[in-house]
């Protein structure tokens, strides 16, 4: 346990040093919404932090580590492009609305440490893992490999689709609100799937050390605020009284991209 209150203290050091260089970048490009690029890379660097810390590498501690590069950035060039050329987000814009001339101290707690805060916990997977020498690679981490491959590929194919969809609409090709391709013809946010399977995937293979089972808190963490608190209920709110939006959540689930039940007994039925 000492080991682990260790990198849970180098971690958070790095984190706080990270997140605040972030928020003086935000400054400099009045843009509050780097933080979300930062996101996946701030995983990396705990990452990082937990393997520089051990002087001998287990195949699962390398294993993780991979996983973790592999997330991380892929969503952060993701976000960056995205964002590239456009408006700050509506929300961050908001916020600047809402908290007025406090919006530079507010920010800098309320978003960059708060999201750093955030980070230590989804991570707890990741600094059980680094702080155990349980070396071999047992069927706990061969499951978790493959809920984490599954949720990857989710998570990169919705946001491959969506990206084309928009491109679709701003080449006139579709006049839809809301996107009905692929894995988004089944689910209203198929990539926050993605994204909370990739997140489980690590915390079973955490599963296989001693007392992994506690840092489960970091999936159950991500899961719980990409569900109720900041992934879909913010979209969902914002777009609520689009005239198109009551006939996409009635054919199309919230989370899971799967044949919405309800709707093909309904169409049976007539």
Do not use: C
């Amino acid at each position: 346990m000492s080991e682990f209150l260790n990198l849970i203290a180098l971690a958070s050091i790095a984190v706080v040093i990270y997140m605040t260089a972030l928020y003086v970048i935000s400054i400099i490009k009045k843009r509050a919404d780097i933080v979300d690029i930062g996101w996946g890379l701030g995983f990396i660097l705990i990452t990082f932090v937990s393997l520089f810390s051990r002087e001998v590498l287990t195949n699962r501690m390398i294993l993780v580590t991979l996983l973790v590069i592999f997330w991380g950035l892929r969503l952060a060039i993701h976000i960056y492009s995205r964002n590239r050329g456009k408006k700050e987000d509506y929300r961050y814009q908001q916020f600047k609305k809402d908290w007025g001339n406090s919006f530079l101290v507010r920010s800098y707690f309320q978003i960059f440490l708060f999201q750093g805060l955030l980070m230590l916990i989804v991570s707890l997977p990741i600094t059980f893992i680094f702080s155990s020498s349980y070396s071999p690679l047992v069927i706990l981490d061969y499951v978790g490999l493959t809920v984490w491959g599954l949720g990857f590929m989710v998570e990169t194919l919705a946001d491959m689709q969506l990206t084309s969809f928009v491109e679709m609409k701003k080449a006139g090709v579709v006049k839809k609100k809301f996107a009905d391709i692929g894995l988004w013809k089944y689910s209203r946010h198929p990539n926050y799937f993605g994204e909370i399977l990739q997140w489980w995937g690590i915390g079973i293979v955490a599963l296989s050390v001693p007392m992994g089972y506690i840092s489960l808190i970091g999936p159950a963490a991500i899961t719980y605020l990409l569900i109720f608190v900041s992934g879909v209920p913010l979209l969902e709110k914002k777009f609520k009284d689009h005239p198109e939006w009551d006939e996409y959540v009635s054919r199309t689930n919230k989370l899971i991209p799967l044949p919405k039940i309800g709707k093909r007994l309904s169409s049976e039925d007539k």
